[in-house]
């Protein structure tokens, strides 16, 4: 029998813009950027309403501090005054983009909205409607950007007969970290709570089902590229299974982004476009595509206003000689042929960027006549992907500019990170360089 529901969310960087290529000269495109963060903080709102959610969890991050505005603390004060008349509380733990020495409210807070503090961790017993106590909810803000110590170590455990709650904001990370060094199985070993509502990590993900349960609700809207697809948070219904706190929390994720990012991996030598000589036969194919991905949003997410395309089109084919005299200009010219043809839909389809990375057909036929070269490929291919010597070793060879070791959350402006697509990309590339060299020195049969 379920005795209550609530909401699990973080990292809502309320008032930030969406990272939108060509928005200059659309003023839906502009509109869109400047209003989706405050979008999925309504439609967080609206699911918690509807579904008589008791409280919301926010796990850190509430505003950015690069976005920290009057205008984005007087909408999250309206909407939580809103939540007030439906009785919804609203527990806030300031995170590494809000901490507490920066989080100073503009407006005063309604009275169902409590900080927790940074000077040391909190417990607040929650009740329902009719006085009983339901849930537990134990937190501690961050009280600068970085947070080296563990601070879950010390929060409180009620002793009540409730569902005991405990928000995290960290990067699961043991060590030297700088959001709260802590790993699952610490999470776990911390007798007495049922879920742990973490946040900071911007994808959604349940690490641990079952108690404690120790989920990640993911951002309510994705920014950029690096946070692709559907977001939203969790709507947790607590259930009481048997004795004395036994509990069952039963999770549905709820999509509240109005915008969604999406990368497109075309092969031009795929069945539908190995034949095909020239941009009107590319155009055609990629518009049935983009326009399968709008019905199918359409019909399943109606909140989602608009889906941000970016195209890598790789593969080997014919229609590499059409690109290769001029890669640049061929990708402007499907972005603008795309824009054109896609921009009017709704969900309206944008296509941000259009990336090439075709193949010589030829260099396949290289690799048929001389397999010892193409076996020697493979070997340095997978050593660099799997020998840690190796990549290290590449890396140096690089310069200093690349890093293996990536913080999201405060990213060296000098440096670029060296992830998985990126090192597969420039090995893809070097491979390619390698066998057109070889064609151009042979010629072609």
Known sequence: MSIFRFIHTADIHL?????????????????????????????????????????????????????????????????????????????????????????????????????????????????????????????????????????????????????????????????????????SADLSGRSGFDYWALGHIHQPQIIKEDKPVIAYSGAPQGRDFGEQGLKGCWLVEVEKIGGVSSFRANMKFQVTSPVIYHTFFIDIGCPELAEAESFDQLEAYLIEEAEKLEEKIRAEHSLVEGILVRWEIGGRGRLHFLFSEDIEGSQDEIRRLLRTSLGHRFPFVWTDSVILRTKDPAAEEVLVRHPMLKEYLDQIIMDIRQGEPARKSLISQLGQMWTQKADYEDMDEKRFFLDESTLENMLDEAVQLILNGLIEAGGRE
């Open 15 to 183: 008032g930030s813009f969406l990272h939108i290529s060509g928005m200059e000269k659309h003023p839906k495109l502009k509109e869109l950027s400047r209003k989706a963060t405050y979008q999925a903080f309504e439609n967080i709102c609206n699911i918690a309403v509807e579904n008589k959610a008791a409280f919301i969890l926010i796990s850190g991050d509430l505003y950015d501090r690069e976005a920290r505005s009057v205008r984005a603390n007087r909408f999250f004060v309206d909407a939580c005054r809103r939540l007030e008349k439906e009785r919804i509380r609203v527990f806030v733990t300031a995170g590494n983009h809000d901490p507490a020495k920066e989080y100073k409210e503009l407006f005063r807070l309604p009275d169902n909205v409590y900080v927790f503090s940074a000077s040391e961790p909190e417990l607040i017993l929650v009740n329902d409607t009719g006085g009983e106590p339901i849930a537990a909810v134990s937190g501690q803000s961050y009280g600068e950007r970085w947070e080296r110590s563990p601070l879950h170590a010390h929060y409180p455990v009620s002793d009540a007969d409730v569902f005991r709650i405990a928000m995290l904001h960290t990067q699961l990370e043991t060590g030297r970290s700088n959001y709260i060094p802590a790993s």
